[in-house]
């Protein structure tokens, strides 16, 4: 299994810059993609950026330009810096780890944490 835990959230004005952190732990599963993932309240989550082992960082549309996802492979850890913060980015954000192991593949996610962005 792997855990994931975020951190960085919190409440900041429109214009802002808030960094979101993630580290995974546990054993056996190697880890090959992490990224963030936003869920508005009933909605489904959608997908913000992620980066895979050795490859390029993806984005939606939505935050190009203004949000930069980075990784320490070394650590199991993502980041999310995120800045030109806007009201309509207030939500969860959740960390999702992608692995695999002995033919098994796997998604796993973090309890997310909440940024609200103030106008």
């Known amino acids: 299994q792997v855990q994931l835990v975020e951190s960085g959230g919190g409440l900041v004005e429109s214009g802002g810059s808030l960094r979101l952190s993630c580290v995974a732990s546990?054993?056996?599963?190697?880890?090959?993609?992490m990224g963030w993932y936003l869920q508005a309240p009933g909605k489904e989550r959608e997908e913000v950026a992620f980066i895979p082992n050795g490859g390029s960082a993806k984005y939606d549309e939505s935050v190009k330009g203004r949000f930069t996802i980075s990784r320490v492979t070394a650590k199991n850890a993502v980041y999310l810096q995120m800045n030109s913060l806007k009201p309509e980015d207030t939500t969860v954000y959740y960390c999702?780890?992608?692995?695999?192991?002995?033919?098994?593949?796997?998604?796993?996610w973090g309890r997310g944490t909440q940024v609200t962005v103030s106008s």
């Open positions: 546990g054993s056996l599963y190697i880890i090959r993609t």
């Open positions: 999702k780890a992608y692995a695999t192991y002995d033919g098994d593949e796997h998604d796993f």
